[in-house]
């Protein structure tokens, strides 16, 4: 069951999910708006759901002062 943090500005829900092409676990944040980021390299759901508990908000406040990534794709005139 994914684990909210409070953010007012998006409040995303974090989820411990596993692998489908490794062994391993990851924390899937995923936003109202449908954008999702995968945080991966834990060994068991243990220590993912722990991660979210203890390091989610920290988490979420670096990434919510942090400037949004956006990609512009060039194309070449014909």
Do not use: C, D
């Not at 899937?28 to 991966?40: D, L, M, S, T, Y």
């Amino acid at each position: 069951m994914p684990t909210s943090v409070p953010n007012p500005n998006s409040n995303p829900a974090f989820e411990a999910r596993r692998l489908t092409s490794a062994s391993g676990w990851y924390v899937r944040v995923a936003w109202v708006n449908g954008r999702r980021f995968h945080i991966p390299g834990f060994a068991s759901k243990q220590e993912a759901q722990r991660w979210i508990e203890e390091k989610a908000p920290t988490w979420l406040s670096a990434h919510s002062r942090a400037p949004e990534l956006r990609f512009a794709v060039s194309r070449p005139e014909h």
